[in-house]
Protein backbone atom coordinates (compact mmCIF):
# COMPACT_ATOMS: atom_id res chain seq x y z
CA UNK A 1 0.00 0.00 0.00
CA UNK A 2 3.14 2.25 1.15
CA UNK A 3 4.65 1.60 -2.55
CA UNK A 4 1.34 2.40 -4.21
CA UNK A 5 0.81 5.74 -2.56
CA UNK A 6 4.28 7.06 -3.15
CA UNK A 7 4.27 5.60 -7.02
CA UNK A 8 0.47 7.24 -7.19
CA UNK A 9 2.00 10.64 -5.89
CA UNK A 10 4.85 10.35 -8.18
CA UNK A 11 2.37 9.59 -11.06
CA UNK A 12 -0.24 12.25 -9.85
CA UNK A 13 2.78 15.20 -10.56
CA UNK A 14 3.58 13.66 -13.89
CA UNK A 15 0.44 13.41 -15.32
CA UNK A 16 -0.42 17.04 -14.29
CA UNK A 17 2.74 18.16 -16.48
CA UNK A 18 1.69 15.98 -19.21
CA UNK A 19 -2.08 16.26 -19.05
CA UNK A 20 -2.37 19.94 -18.79
CA UNK A 21 -0.01 20.38 -22.34
CA UNK A 22 -2.66 17.75 -24.28
CA UNK A 23 -5.77 19.49 -22.92
CA UNK A 24 -4.86 23.09 -23.85
CA UNK A 25 -3.15 21.97 -27.21
CA UNK A 26 -6.73 19.65 -27.59
CA UNK A 27 -4.74 16.75 -28.36
CA UNK A 28 -5.71 14.65 -25.88
CA UNK A 29 -6.72 11.45 -28.39
CA UNK A 30 -2.97 11.61 -28.42
CA UNK A 31 -2.86 10.27 -24.87
CA UNK A 32 -5.34 7.93 -25.36
CA UNK A 33 -3.21 6.83 -28.65
CA UNK A 34 -0.31 6.69 -26.81
CA UNK A 35 -1.58 4.44 -24.34
CA UNK A 36 -3.43 2.30 -26.51
CA UNK A 37 -0.48 1.53 -28.90
CA UNK A 38 1.74 0.50 -25.45
CA UNK A 39 -0.60 -2.41 -25.53
CA UNK A 40 1.12 -3.67 -28.88
CA UNK A 41 4.34 -3.59 -27.15
CA UNK A 42 3.58 -5.20 -23.58
CA UNK A 43 2.01 -7.98 -25.82
CA UNK A 44 5.50 -8.09 -27.57
CA UNK A 45 7.17 -7.96 -24.57
CA UNK A 46 5.43 -10.70 -22.34
CA UNK A 47 5.89 -13.39 -26.15
CA UNK A 48 9.55 -12.86 -26.14
CA UNK A 49 10.15 -12.44 -22.36
CA UNK A 50 11.40 -8.97 -22.43
CA UNK A 51 10.38 -6.44 -19.88
CA UNK A 52 7.00 -5.44 -21.64
CA UNK A 53 7.40 -1.67 -20.22
CA UNK A 54 10.76 -1.06 -22.44
CA UNK A 55 8.67 -2.18 -25.58
CA UNK A 56 5.71 -0.07 -24.72
CA UNK A 57 7.33 2.57 -24.82
CA UNK A 58 9.38 1.87 -27.76
CA UNK A 59 5.49 1.20 -29.46
CA UNK A 60 4.47 4.75 -27.75
CA UNK A 61 7.77 6.47 -28.68
CA UNK A 62 6.82 5.26 -32.59
CA UNK A 63 2.81 6.57 -32.89
CA UNK A 64 4.29 10.32 -31.23
CA UNK A 65 7.17 10.04 -34.40
CA UNK A 66 5.05 8.48 -36.66
CA UNK A 67 2.11 10.40 -36.84
CA UNK A 68 3.06 13.64 -37.59
CA UNK A 69 5.42 12.29 -40.02
CA UNK A 70 1.87 10.94 -42.07
CA UNK A 71 0.29 14.02 -41.22
CA UNK A 72 3.07 15.90 -43.75
CA UNK A 73 2.84 13.35 -46.18
CA UNK A 74 -0.95 13.02 -46.92
CA UNK A 75 -3.76 15.36 -46.18
CA UNK A 76 -5.45 13.69 -43.05
CA UNK A 77 -6.57 15.09 -39.92
CA UNK A 78 -4.20 13.67 -36.64
CA UNK A 79 -7.28 12.30 -34.75
CA UNK A 80 -7.82 9.69 -37.70
CA UNK A 81 -4.05 8.89 -38.41
CA UNK A 82 -3.94 8.22 -34.55
CA UNK A 83 -7.81 6.13 -34.38
CA UNK A 84 -5.96 4.09 -36.78
CA UNK A 85 -2.53 3.32 -35.45
CA UNK A 86 -3.44 3.18 -31.99
CA UNK A 87 -6.54 0.17 -33.00
CA UNK A 88 -3.93 -1.38 -34.97
CA UNK A 89 -0.92 -1.68 -32.46
CA UNK A 90 -3.88 -3.09 -30.07
CA UNK A 91 -4.50 -5.65 -32.91
CA UNK A 92 -0.87 -6.27 -33.39
CA UNK A 93 -1.14 -7.07 -29.27
CA UNK A 94 -4.22 -9.64 -29.36
CA UNK A 95 -2.56 -11.43 -32.11
CA UNK A 96 1.03 -11.47 -30.26
CA UNK A 97 -1.03 -13.10 -27.32
CA UNK A 98 -2.77 -16.06 -29.08
CA UNK A 99 1.13 -16.88 -29.94
CA UNK A 100 1.53 -17.24 -26.15
CA UNK A 101 1.28 -20.50 -24.66
CA UNK A 102 1.92 -19.38 -21.15
CA UNK A 103 -0.07 -17.77 -18.41
CA UNK A 104 -1.24 -13.96 -18.94
CA UNK A 105 -2.17 -12.88 -15.76
CA UNK A 106 -0.19 -9.74 -16.04
CA UNK A 107 -2.82 -8.75 -18.84
CA UNK A 108 -5.98 -7.44 -16.67
CA UNK A 109 -3.43 -5.24 -14.59
CA UNK A 110 -1.93 -3.85 -17.44
CA UNK A 111 -4.80 -2.60 -19.21
CA UNK A 112 -7.12 -1.60 -15.82
CA UNK A 113 -4.53 -1.33 -13.27
CA UNK A 114 -3.02 -3.57 -10.27
CA UNK A 115 -1.41 -1.41 -7.25
CA UNK A 116 0.27 -5.22 -6.29
CA UNK A 117 2.41 -5.04 -9.50
CA UNK A 118 4.06 -1.98 -8.66
CA UNK A 119 7.28 -2.64 -7.19
CA UNK A 120 10.89 -0.79 -5.92
CA UNK A 121 12.49 -0.42 -9.32
CA UNK A 122 8.62 0.95 -10.57
CA UNK A 123 9.00 3.54 -7.84
CA UNK A 124 12.75 4.66 -8.26
CA UNK A 125 12.08 4.83 -12.58
CA UNK A 126 9.12 7.22 -11.55
CA UNK A 127 11.06 9.42 -9.32
CA UNK A 128 14.00 9.68 -11.57
CA UNK A 129 11.61 10.26 -14.64
CA UNK A 130 9.99 12.69 -12.68
CA UNK A 131 13.02 14.49 -11.64
CA UNK A 132 13.48 14.93 -15.40
CA UNK A 133 10.52 16.20 -16.76
CA UNK A 134 10.16 18.74 -13.84
CA UNK A 135 14.19 20.14 -15.14
CA UNK A 136 12.55 19.91 -18.52
CA UNK A 137 9.10 22.32 -17.67
CA UNK A 138 11.67 24.60 -15.76
CA UNK A 139 14.20 24.96 -18.31
CA UNK A 140 11.38 25.53 -20.55
CA UNK A 141 8.53 26.80 -19.11
CA UNK A 142 7.80 30.24 -21.11
CA UNK A 143 8.44 28.76 -24.40
CA UNK A 144 6.15 26.10 -23.56
CA UNK A 145 3.37 28.90 -22.57
CA UNK A 146 4.26 30.59 -25.48
CA UNK A 147 3.78 27.46 -27.92
CA UNK A 148 0.22 26.81 -26.26
CA UNK A 149 -0.46 30.79 -26.12
CA UNK A 150 0.21 31.43 -29.88
CA UNK A 151 2.02 28.84 -31.81
CA UNK A 152 2.16 30.89 -34.71
CA UNK A 153 4.19 33.76 -33.24
CA UNK A 154 6.25 31.20 -31.07
CA UNK A 155 7.64 29.86 -34.61
CA UNK A 156 7.95 33.41 -35.72
CA UNK A 157 9.91 33.83 -32.67
CA UNK A 158 12.54 31.72 -33.12
CA UNK A 159 11.11 28.41 -31.62
CA UNK A 160 11.64 25.25 -33.07
CA UNK A 161 7.84 24.27 -32.34
CA UNK A 162 7.83 21.35 -34.35
CA UNK A 163 10.95 19.72 -31.99
CA UNK A 164 9.58 21.44 -28.62
CA UNK A 165 6.23 19.25 -29.24
CA UNK A 166 7.61 16.11 -30.40
CA UNK A 167 9.99 16.04 -27.14
CA UNK A 168 6.82 16.32 -25.00
CA UNK A 169 5.11 13.89 -26.92
CA UNK A 170 7.87 11.51 -26.46
CA UNK A 171 8.23 12.63 -22.92
CA UNK A 172 4.53 12.17 -22.51
CA UNK A 173 4.79 8.66 -24.14
CA UNK A 174 7.11 7.31 -21.18
CA UNK A 175 5.24 8.47 -19.13
CA UNK A 176 1.96 6.99 -19.91
CA UNK A 177 3.35 3.28 -20.47
CA UNK A 178 5.18 4.39 -16.98
CA UNK A 179 1.34 5.09 -15.29
CA UNK A 180 0.03 1.86 -16.91
CA UNK A 181 0.99 -0.74 -14.01
CA UNK A 182 -1.20 1.82 -11.28
CA UNK A 183 -3.83 2.85 -13.63
CA UNK A 184 -4.19 0.65 -16.46
CA UNK A 185 -3.38 1.58 -20.05
CA UNK A 186 -7.18 1.73 -20.73
CA UNK A 187 -7.68 4.30 -17.62
CA UNK A 188 -4.54 6.60 -18.11
CA UNK A 189 -6.23 9.42 -20.15
CA UNK A 190 -8.83 9.81 -18.19
CA UNK A 191 -5.95 10.85 -15.09
CA UNK A 192 -4.08 12.93 -17.93
CA UNK A 193 -7.35 15.13 -18.32
CA UNK A 194 -9.81 14.80 -15.36
CA UNK A 195 -7.56 16.70 -12.66
CA UNK A 196 -6.96 19.81 -15.10
CA UNK A 197 -10.07 19.83 -16.23
CA UNK A 198 -11.15 20.38 -12.64
CA UNK A 199 -8.71 23.14 -11.65
CA UNK A 200 -8.87 24.81 -14.75
CA UNK A 201 -11.52 27.59 -14.00
CA UNK A 202 -9.40 28.78 -11.21
CA UNK A 203 -6.10 28.64 -12.02
CA UNK A 204 -4.26 32.00 -13.01
CA UNK A 205 -1.30 30.36 -14.91
CA UNK A 206 0.40 26.97 -16.18
CA UNK A 207 1.90 26.58 -13.02
CA UNK A 208 -1.09 26.78 -11.09
CA UNK A 209 -2.92 24.19 -13.19
CA UNK A 210 0.26 21.96 -12.88
CA UNK A 211 0.42 22.48 -9.10
CA UNK A 212 -3.77 22.60 -8.59
CA UNK A 213 -4.09 19.38 -10.41
CA UNK A 214 -1.78 17.35 -8.84
CA UNK A 215 -3.62 17.70 -6.02
CA UNK A 216 -6.44 16.91 -7.26
CA UNK A 217 -5.15 13.89 -8.52
CA UNK A 218 -3.35 12.63 -5.98
CA UNK A 219 -6.45 12.94 -3.52
CA UNK A 220 -8.32 11.11 -6.36
CA UNK A 221 -5.38 8.13 -6.25
CA UNK A 222 -5.04 8.09 -2.75
CA UNK A 223 -8.97 7.52 -1.85
CA UNK A 224 -9.10 5.35 -4.94
CA UNK A 225 -6.66 3.08 -3.49
CA UNK A 226 -7.97 3.14 -0.31
CA UNK A 227 -11.19 2.27 -1.43
CA UNK A 228 -10.07 -0.70 -3.84
CA UNK A 229 -8.18 -2.00 -1.25
CA UNK A 230 -10.69 -2.67 1.32
CA UNK A 231 -13.61 -3.08 -1.34
CA UNK A 232 -11.04 -4.90 -3.63
CA UNK A 233 -11.85 -3.46 -6.72
CA UNK A 234 -9.22 -2.57 -9.91
CA UNK A 235 -7.50 0.17 -8.13
CA UNK A 236 -7.55 2.30 -11.48
CA UNK A 237 -11.03 2.29 -11.89
CA UNK A 238 -12.27 3.32 -8.19
CA UNK A 239 -9.30 6.36 -8.70
CA UNK A 240 -11.07 7.15 -12.27
CA UNK A 241 -14.76 7.10 -11.21
CA UNK A 242 -13.73 9.26 -7.87
CA UNK A 243 -11.48 11.68 -10.03
CA UNK A 244 -15.39 11.86 -12.51
CA UNK A 245 -17.42 12.34 -9.45
CA UNK A 246 -15.18 15.04 -8.78
CA UNK A 247 -15.62 16.54 -12.09
CA UNK A 248 -19.09 16.62 -11.88
CA UNK A 249 -19.28 18.45 -8.49
CA UNK A 250 -16.94 20.98 -9.87
CA UNK A 251 -18.54 21.42 -12.87
CA UNK A 252 -22.60 21.90 -10.46
CA UNK A 253 -20.30 24.13 -8.41
CA UNK A 254 -19.67 26.46 -11.53
CA UNK A 255 -23.16 25.84 -13.22
CA UNK A 256 -24.35 27.31 -9.78
CA UNK A 257 -22.48 30.31 -10.07
CA UNK B 1 15.67 54.39 -48.51
CA UNK B 2 16.30 50.93 -46.94
CA UNK B 3 14.49 48.04 -48.56
CA UNK B 4 13.02 45.63 -45.87
CA UNK B 5 11.01 43.39 -48.19
CA UNK B 6 11.69 42.33 -51.71
CA UNK B 7 9.66 39.81 -53.71
CA UNK B 8 9.78 39.05 -57.07
CA UNK B 9 7.52 36.58 -59.35
CA UNK B 10 7.12 34.69 -56.36
CA UNK B 11 4.60 31.33 -56.58
CA UNK B 12 2.88 29.49 -53.95
CA UNK B 13 0.78 26.16 -54.58
CA UNK B 14 -0.19 23.71 -51.75
CA UNK B 15 -1.83 20.52 -52.65
CA UNK B 16 -1.61 21.39 -56.12
CA UNK B 17 -3.45 24.57 -55.92
CA UNK B 18 -2.16 28.00 -56.54
CA UNK B 19 -2.39 29.75 -53.79
CA UNK B 20 -0.22 32.84 -54.79
CA UNK B 21 0.67 33.77 -58.38
CA UNK B 22 3.58 36.12 -59.76
CA UNK B 23 4.11 38.07 -56.66
CA UNK B 24 6.15 41.37 -56.94
CA UNK B 25 6.50 43.14 -54.19
CA UNK B 26 9.05 45.70 -52.47
CA UNK B 27 8.47 47.12 -49.06
CA UNK B 28 10.77 49.90 -47.90
CA UNK B 29 11.53 51.00 -44.09
CA UNK B 30 9.40 53.33 -42.73
CA UNK B 31 5.99 52.36 -44.86
CA UNK B 32 2.86 51.36 -43.71
CA UNK B 33 1.27 48.67 -46.41
CA UNK B 34 -2.47 47.48 -46.45
CA UNK B 35 -2.83 44.20 -48.39
CA UNK B 36 -6.33 43.58 -48.65
CA UNK B 37 -7.97 40.92 -50.46
CA UNK B 38 -11.31 38.78 -50.06
CA UNK B 39 -11.23 35.36 -48.04
CA UNK B 40 -9.20 32.88 -49.48
CA UNK B 41 -7.30 35.21 -51.22
CA UNK B 42 -3.43 34.22 -50.10
CA UNK B 43 -3.18 37.18 -47.76
CA UNK B 44 -2.23 34.93 -44.48
CA UNK B 45 0.13 33.00 -46.99
CA UNK B 46 1.60 35.58 -48.25
CA UNK B 47 2.32 37.19 -44.73
CA UNK B 48 3.35 33.70 -43.87
CA UNK B 49 6.22 33.31 -46.63
CA UNK B 50 7.51 36.62 -45.56
CA UNK B 51 8.30 35.71 -41.86
CA UNK B 52 9.63 31.99 -42.99
CA UNK B 53 7.17 29.78 -41.46
CA UNK B 54 6.53 28.66 -45.33
CA UNK B 55 8.67 28.50 -48.39
CA UNK B 56 7.78 29.52 -51.75
CA UNK B 57 8.57 26.83 -54.95
CA UNK B 58 9.10 29.52 -57.54
CA UNK B 59 10.21 33.22 -56.75
CA UNK B 60 12.71 35.41 -54.48
CA UNK B 61 12.26 36.83 -51.32
CA UNK B 62 14.50 38.67 -49.02
CA UNK B 63 13.65 40.09 -45.86
CA UNK B 64 16.59 42.13 -44.20
CA UNK B 65 18.58 41.24 -46.79
CA UNK B 66 18.39 37.34 -46.63
CA UNK B 67 15.82 34.43 -47.21
CA UNK B 68 13.22 34.47 -44.76
CA UNK B 69 14.34 30.70 -44.08
CA UNK B 70 17.64 31.72 -43.10
CA UNK B 71 17.10 34.18 -40.74
CA UNK B 72 18.42 33.91 -37.18
CA UNK B 73 19.63 37.29 -35.29
CA UNK B 74 16.95 39.22 -37.21
CA UNK B 75 13.79 37.44 -36.08
CA UNK B 76 14.24 39.70 -33.30
CA UNK B 77 13.13 42.32 -35.42
CA UNK B 78 9.90 41.18 -36.73
CA UNK B 79 7.12 41.26 -34.86
CA UNK B 80 4.53 39.29 -35.59
CA UNK B 81 0.54 39.69 -34.50
CA UNK B 82 -1.20 36.47 -35.95
CA UNK B 83 -5.08 36.30 -36.87
CA UNK B 84 -7.27 35.84 -33.18
CA UNK B 85 -8.10 32.73 -34.12
CA UNK B 86 -4.79 30.97 -33.08
CA UNK B 87 -4.52 32.26 -30.26
CA UNK B 88 -5.46 29.82 -27.13
CA UNK B 89 -7.29 31.33 -24.75
CA UNK B 90 -8.08 28.84 -22.62
CA UNK B 91 -4.51 28.67 -21.05
CA UNK B 92 -4.96 30.93 -18.50
CA UNK B 93 -2.25 33.84 -18.50
CA UNK B 94 -1.95 37.45 -17.04
CA UNK B 95 -1.52 40.34 -19.51
CA UNK B 96 2.00 40.96 -17.85
CA UNK B 97 2.99 37.57 -18.72
CA UNK B 98 2.19 37.51 -22.27
CA UNK B 99 3.95 40.63 -23.11
CA UNK B 100 6.78 38.95 -21.53
CA UNK B 101 6.86 36.63 -23.67
CA UNK B 102 8.30 39.13 -26.52
CA UNK B 103 11.09 40.00 -24.28
CA UNK B 104 11.74 36.52 -23.40
CA UNK B 105 12.23 35.33 -26.76
CA UNK B 106 14.47 38.19 -27.97
CA UNK B 107 16.65 37.16 -24.82
CA UNK B 108 16.98 33.87 -25.71
CA UNK B 109 14.99 32.43 -22.77
CA UNK B 110 16.71 34.01 -20.10
CA UNK B 111 15.30 35.50 -16.34
CA UNK B 112 13.67 38.95 -17.01
CA UNK B 113 15.82 41.72 -16.20
CA UNK B 114 15.17 44.55 -14.32
CA UNK B 115 15.72 46.59 -17.99
CA UNK B 116 12.95 44.20 -19.58
CA UNK B 117 11.01 44.28 -16.72
CA UNK B 118 11.29 48.47 -17.17
CA UNK B 119 10.68 48.04 -21.08
CA UNK B 120 7.42 46.14 -20.76
CA UNK B 121 6.01 48.59 -18.44
CA UNK B 122 6.88 51.21 -20.40
CA UNK B 123 5.02 49.68 -23.09
CA UNK B 124 2.61 48.79 -21.62
CA UNK B 125 1.92 52.47 -20.21
CA UNK B 126 1.78 53.89 -23.57
CA UNK B 127 -0.99 51.32 -25.27
CA UNK B 128 -2.80 52.04 -22.11
CA UNK B 129 -3.16 48.77 -20.56
CA UNK B 130 -0.46 48.78 -17.62
CA UNK B 131 -3.54 49.30 -15.34
CA UNK B 132 -4.65 45.46 -16.59
CA UNK B 133 -0.99 43.63 -16.43
CA UNK B 134 -2.57 41.24 -13.26
CA UNK B 135 -6.04 40.33 -15.20
CA UNK B 136 -6.52 37.30 -17.43
CA UNK B 137 -6.54 37.84 -21.21
CA UNK B 138 -9.44 36.17 -21.49
CA UNK B 139 -11.45 38.63 -18.98
CA UNK B 140 -10.38 41.33 -21.31
CA UNK B 141 -12.29 42.90 -24.05
CA UNK B 142 -11.12 42.70 -28.01
CA UNK B 143 -9.73 45.86 -28.54
CA UNK B 144 -7.85 45.24 -25.40
CA UNK B 145 -6.61 41.92 -26.35
CA UNK B 146 -5.61 43.48 -29.60
CA UNK B 147 -3.46 46.03 -27.67
CA UNK B 148 -1.85 43.27 -25.16
CA UNK B 149 -0.66 41.26 -28.50
CA UNK B 150 0.90 44.61 -30.31
CA UNK B 151 2.44 45.00 -26.93
CA UNK B 152 3.95 41.59 -27.20
CA UNK B 153 5.49 42.32 -30.22
CA UNK B 154 6.55 46.13 -29.51
CA UNK B 155 8.56 44.84 -26.62
CA UNK B 156 10.73 42.92 -29.14
CA UNK B 157 12.20 46.47 -30.28
CA UNK B 158 10.93 45.15 -33.87
CA UNK B 159 11.99 46.75 -37.08
CA UNK B 160 8.43 45.53 -38.72
CA UNK B 161 4.99 44.78 -37.43
CA UNK B 162 3.07 42.46 -39.29
CA UNK B 163 -0.84 42.23 -38.33
CA UNK B 164 -2.91 39.37 -39.85
CA UNK B 165 -6.59 40.94 -39.77
CA UNK B 166 -5.85 42.18 -36.61
CA UNK B 167 -9.65 43.82 -36.23
CA UNK B 168 -11.84 40.97 -36.46
CA UNK B 169 -13.74 40.53 -33.01
CA UNK B 170 -12.79 44.68 -32.04
CA UNK B 171 -15.47 46.85 -31.96
CA UNK B 172 -15.52 50.46 -33.94
CA UNK B 173 -14.48 52.77 -31.05
CA UNK B 174 -11.49 50.42 -30.04
CA UNK B 175 -10.47 49.80 -33.99
CA UNK B 176 -10.13 53.63 -34.28
CA UNK B 177 -8.02 53.84 -31.35
CA UNK B 178 -6.50 50.87 -32.56
CA UNK B 179 -5.18 52.34 -35.84
CA UNK B 180 -4.03 55.14 -34.59
CA UNK B 181 -1.93 53.37 -31.88
CA UNK B 182 -0.60 52.14 -35.44
CA UNK B 183 -0.05 55.20 -37.15
CA UNK B 184 1.89 56.83 -34.49
CA UNK B 185 4.34 53.81 -34.55
CA UNK B 186 4.48 54.54 -38.19
CA UNK B 187 4.95 58.16 -37.63
CA UNK B 188 8.18 57.22 -34.96
CA UNK B 189 9.63 54.74 -37.95
CA UNK B 190 8.13 51.70 -37.28
CA UNK B 191 7.43 49.71 -40.82
CA UNK B 192 3.87 47.84 -40.84
CA UNK B 193 2.21 45.20 -42.67
CA UNK B 194 -1.62 44.95 -42.25
CA UNK B 195 -3.70 42.57 -44.16
CA UNK B 196 -7.45 42.68 -43.81
CA UNK B 197 -10.54 41.28 -45.82
CA UNK B 198 -12.37 44.67 -44.22
CA UNK B 199 -11.22 47.76 -46.85
CA UNK B 200 -13.26 50.36 -44.75
CA UNK B 201 -10.99 51.81 -42.38
CA UNK B 202 -7.79 50.28 -43.89
CA UNK B 203 -7.40 52.29 -46.89
CA UNK B 204 -7.84 55.84 -44.63
CA UNK B 205 -5.22 54.82 -42.22
CA UNK B 206 -2.38 53.01 -44.55
CA UNK B 207 0.28 54.35 -46.65
CA UNK B 208 0.30 52.43 -49.49
CA UNK B 209 -2.55 49.40 -50.30
CA UNK B 210 -2.27 46.58 -52.63
CA UNK B 211 -4.85 44.15 -53.43
CA UNK B 212 -4.25 40.42 -53.60
CA UNK B 213 -6.84 38.08 -54.94
CA UNK B 214 -4.35 35.09 -55.81
CA UNK B 215 -1.87 37.49 -57.83
CA UNK B 216 -1.50 40.75 -56.43
CA UNK B 217 -3.62 42.99 -58.67
CA UNK B 218 -2.30 46.74 -58.10
CA UNK B 219 -0.44 48.79 -55.53
CA UNK B 220 -0.22 52.62 -54.74
CA UNK B 221 -0.90 54.77 -52.61
CA UNK B 222 -4.76 54.75 -51.83
CA UNK B 223 -5.87 57.47 -53.10
CA UNK B 224 -5.46 55.97 -56.38
CA UNK B 225 -8.38 55.51 -58.44
CA UNK B 226 -7.57 53.04 -59.92
CA UNK B 227 -7.63 50.81 -57.29
CA UNK B 228 -10.82 52.16 -55.95
CA UNK B 229 -11.87 50.75 -59.42
CA UNK B 230 -10.51 47.15 -58.85
CA UNK B 231 -11.94 47.49 -55.07
CA UNK B 232 -15.67 48.04 -56.64
CA UNK B 233 -14.69 45.45 -59.01
CA UNK B 234 -13.62 42.59 -56.31
CA UNK B 235 -16.21 43.43 -53.88
CA UNK B 236 -18.92 45.71 -55.31
CA UNK B 237 -20.39 49.37 -55.86
CA UNK B 238 -21.28 49.46 -51.90
CA UNK B 239 -17.91 49.24 -51.38
CA UNK B 240 -16.31 51.93 -53.70
CA UNK B 241 -18.63 54.66 -52.09
CA UNK B 242 -17.81 54.00 -49.13
CA UNK B 243 -13.79 54.03 -49.46
CA UNK B 244 -14.28 57.08 -51.81
CA UNK B 245 -16.37 58.63 -49.32
CA UNK B 246 -13.65 58.37 -46.93
CA UNK B 247 -11.04 59.86 -49.03
CA UNK B 248 -13.40 62.97 -50.16
CA UNK B 249 -13.25 63.64 -45.89
CA UNK B 250 -9.39 64.15 -45.86
Known amino acids: ?257 | MNKIIEIENLFFSYNGETILEDINLSIEEGDFWGIIGPNGAGKTTLLKIIVGLLKPQKGKIFIFGKYPWHLKEEKKYIGYIPQKAEIEELLPLKVFDIVSLGRRAINEWRRLSSKDIEIIEKILRELEIYELKEKLFKDLSGGQKQRVLIAKALVMEPKILLLDEPTVGVDLSSQDRFYNILEELNKNGLTIILISHDIGVISKKVKKLACLNRKLFLHGCPQDIRIHKFLSKMYGEEVFFLTHEGEEEK
Open chain 1, 1 to 257: MQRALISGLLISIISSIIGSYLVLRGMTFMGSGISHSAFGGIALGILLGINPLILAIFFALLIVWFIPYIKRKIRLREDVTIGIFYTTAMALGAIFLTFHKGYTVDLFGYLFGNILAVNIEDIIFSSLFLLVLIIFEVKNYWKIVYLVFDPTSAEVSGINTFLLEETILSLSAIAIVLSCKLIGIILISALLVIPVSIVLPWSKSLKEIIIFSSIIGFLGIFLGLVLSFYLNLPSGAVIITLLTLLFLLSFLRRKRK
